[in-house]
Structures are given as structure tokens and as C-alpha cells.
């Protein structure tokens, strides 16, 4: 299962478009795709005294469980000042350093032009690294004008294509789901499912 992590609170936002345009390609493929939409399910601030041990049903342990349920992401946020979103970043905070590991990630940033996206990208990137994911090598840039005059542009179909084909291809078996504060450890990982050095750069 492929989870799409919106981090706009906006209901016609131009990050949620994209994202959909994402998720209408995965499901296309025959993948299973859930959004997991902040603004609606986590919307509350990151308790720093739930996070080496999140009480079962808080905030941090739904969310944990959510992403330890998924084989991927797509992760999709506004541009603020140069950056991703504060919801967004809330969320981020609740994970633990393993949370992404083994799951490729796509990203997506909306902003008022491409260079503030693809900076935003460029900071997401960083993050999901550090989560031991691994953020594909195409990330999408958007902007209001990729919708001028209000279907979605050559380009960001061209540009969403490469993004899904990439995070579909270096996908995992789908994950059935484990608490993340009970998941028992894992083996030697399987190098048939490792994407190229090239996207850990």
C-alpha cells in the first residue's frame, strides 16, 4: 500500500491536486493507495513526552502505525517561505528515525514558482533520508499555472509519470500491518529490492 501524506490544509490546494494526479496512476497500476490526509487525522501539535514510548491510540502511536502499514509514500506539501509546510513538518517530528526505512518515497511541492518547490523538495529529500528512506529520483515541482486553464498541463503528467513509475519499481512487497512499537526485527534485506546507489545521494 502506497500512503500519500498531504500536508495542506486546504481543500482545493494545488499540492492536494497533484497528489491525486499521483494517486490516480498508482491505483491505475493495480497498487493500493490510502491518503493520509494531516489536517483531518493529525492535526494536533507533536507531544515531545509521547515520544520514546507514545501511549496506544495518541496522536504519535496512529500515526506510526499508519506509516509502518505502508510499502511507500508520496508525500505532498505547500510551499511556506522557501519550505515545507508547518503541518507537514509536525508530522515528520512524530517518527522515529527508522520510519521510512526500506520505502521509497515520492515528493511533491506547489508553490508560487518551480524554484520554491524544488527547494522545498530539496529539504524533503534530506528528511526522508533521515528516516532511512529513499526519496526517487523525480520529484514534482508544481505551481497555480501548471492548472492554467484549469486541467493539468503536458508537463506535470510527463513529470507525475516518471515519479510513479520510479516509486512503483522500487517498491517492496506490501507490508502487513505491525505496531510500531512491537515490530520484531528484520533480516538481511533483499538486494532484489534495493534501488541504485544514484537516489541515496
Same mark, same amino acid.
Request: aromatic residues 4%; neutral net charge.
Given at each position: %500500500? ?5 500536508? !495542506? +490544509?486546504?481543500?482545493?490546494?494545488v !499540492?492536494? /491536486?497533484?497528489?491525486?494526479? +499521483?494517486? $490516480?496512476?498508482i491505483?491505475?497500476? &493495480? #497498487? ?7 489536517s ?8 515531545? @513526552? ?5 501511549p496506544?491510540?495518541?496522536? #504519535?502511536?496512529?500515526l506510526?502505525?499508519?506509516i509502518? =502499514?505502508?510499502?511507500?509514500? *508520496?508525500?505532498?506539501t505547500?510551499?511556506?517561505?522557501? !519550505? ?11 517518527? $522515529?528515525?527508522?520510519a521510512?526505512a526500506?520505502?521509497?518515497? &515520492?515528493?511533491? +511541492?506547489?508553490?508560487? &514558482?518551480? /524554484?520554491?518547490? &524544488? ?5 524533503m529529500? !534530506?528528511? *526522508?533520508?533521515?528516516l532511512?528512506?529513499? =526519496?526517487?529520483?523525480?520529484?514534482? +515541482?508544481? $505551481?497555480g499555472?501548471?492548472? $492554467?486553464?484549469? =486541467?493539468p498541463? @503536458?508537463?506535470?503528467h510527463? /513529470? %507525475?509519470?516518471?515519479?510513479? =513509475?520510479?516509486l ?5 512487497a ?6 510500531p512499537?512491537h515490530?520484531p526485527?528484520?533480516?538481511?534485506r ?9 537516489i541515496l545521494?
Amino acid at each position: %500500500m502506497i500512503l500519500g501524506i498531504l500536508g !495542506s +490544509a486546504a481543500r482545493d490546494s494545488v !499540492s492536494r /491536486r497533484v497528489l491525486e494526479l +499521483a494517486a $490516480t496512476r498508482i491505483r491505475a497500476a &493495480g #497498487t493500493a493507495y490510502e491518503l493520509l490526509d494531516l489536517s483531518v487525522e493529525f492535526p494536533e501539535r507533536h507531544r515531545i @513526552e509521547d515520544y520514546e514510548n507514545p501511549p496506544p491510540g495518541s496522536q #504519535t502511536d496512529r500515526l506510526r502505525a499508519r506509516i509502518a =502499514a505502508s510499502s511507500g509514500a *508520496v508525500i505532498a506539501t505547500p510551499v511556506y517561505h522557501g !519550505s515545507y509546510s508547518g503541518l507537514l513538518k509536525n508530522a515528520l517530528d512524530h517518527l $522515529t528515525g527508522k520510519a521510512l526505512a526500506d520505502r521509497p518515497v &515520492g515528493l511533491i +511541492a506547489a508553490g508560487g &514558482g518551480p /524554484r520554491g518547490a &524544488g527547494t522545498a523538495c530539496d529539504q524533503m529529500r !534530506s528528511v *526522508v533520508r533521515a528516516l532511512g528512506g529513499w =526519496a526517487v529520483p523525480t520529484h514534482v +515541482a508544481s $505551481t497555480g499555472g501548471d492548472f $492554467t486553464p484549469g =486541467a493539468p498541463l @503536458e508537463g506535470l503528467h510527463e /513529470r %507525475m509519470d516518471d515519479l510513479v =513509475a520510479e516509486l512503483l519499481s522500487f517498491r517492496p512487497a506490501d507490508r502487513v500491518p505491525v505496531s510500531p512499537a512491537h515490530e520484531p526485527g528484520r533480516g538481511p534485506r533483499p538486494h532484489a529490492h534495493r534501488p541504485p546507489a544514484l537516489i541515496l545521494c
